[in-house]
């Protein structure tokens, strides 16, 4: 039986035959395309956690409610509601005044109702997160590293959004912006009840939206 004997290039000949090109391209563009696919797939569990942000402020509110018929942060029997016997004054009490006092982005320091606003719910196990406002990671970020906060709403809520609550988000890129609203709402960040823009002072008109930039999204609730 005789051997198939593989007919050797000419003399002189260095290059690439046709084939082994087309070989190549074939292989980078595959590359590319699971390059851009999970990219994409990347992009697409960074806005799912965003928009988990806007879905879960909401139902803590109304959780906490459920439980103690009063609202987070502005509770006012909040030590008698979620601090522990050993530790009776664990927490701050609110004034009782139907709304969450100070701004969605107060820092601690400032020890307005937004900010206990996260011990209040943490305390009464409703979401995860240090109860202890002197730890570093007392104030929840989102994904991206920004900010998140809550504060009533009303003729000064950030970026006009409407609605009793303002449950605002910060350093959210512009692309990530836009599939939040989309998402979430009517895809245009300058109306409806999630708007977004470069400060919480006026939204950003769509043909604005700079993909690149980074924005603060709020939403009204």
């Excluded at 196990?125 to 406002?133: I, V, W, Y």
Aim: charged share 15%; aromatic share 6%; glycine share 12%.
């Amino acid at each position: 039986m005789q051997t198939k004997q593989h007919k050797p290039r000419p003399a002189g000949q260095t290059g690439f035959t046709m084939v082994e090109i087309a070989i190549v391209l074939v292989v980078i563009g595959l590359l590319l395309g699971g390059i851009f696919k999970g990219q994409e797939l990347i992009n697409s569990a960074k806005v799912k956690n965003l928009a988990q942000d806007f879905r879960m402020t909401p139902m803590y509110i109304h959780a906490y409610q459920d439980k103690f018929r009063a609202l987070p942060g502005d509770d006012i029997r909040a030590q008698a509601h979620v601090c522990p016997a050993a530790t009776p004054a664990c927490t701050t009490d609110g004034n009782a005044d139907g709304s969450i006092g100070g701004a969605w982005d107060d820092d601690v320091a400032v020890g307005s109702e937004a900010v206990f606003f996260w011990q209040h719910i943490r305390l009464a196990n409703l979401a995860s997160g240090p109860t202890d406002t002197a730890s570093a990671n007392f104030l929840p970020l989102n994904s991206e590293g920004g900010r998140i906060g809550i504060q009533s709403g009303g003729a000064a809520a950030p970026l006009g959004v409407p609605g009793s609550y303002a449950i605002c988000s910060a350093g959210i890129s512009g692309k990530y912006a836009r599939q939040l609203d989309n998402t979430l709402d009517d895809g245009d960040p300058e109306t409806g009840t999630l708007r977004a823009g470069a400060t919480t002072a006026a939204a950003v008109t769509l043909a604005a939206l700079d993909d690149g930039a980074v924005y603060v999204v709020c939403s009204g609730v």
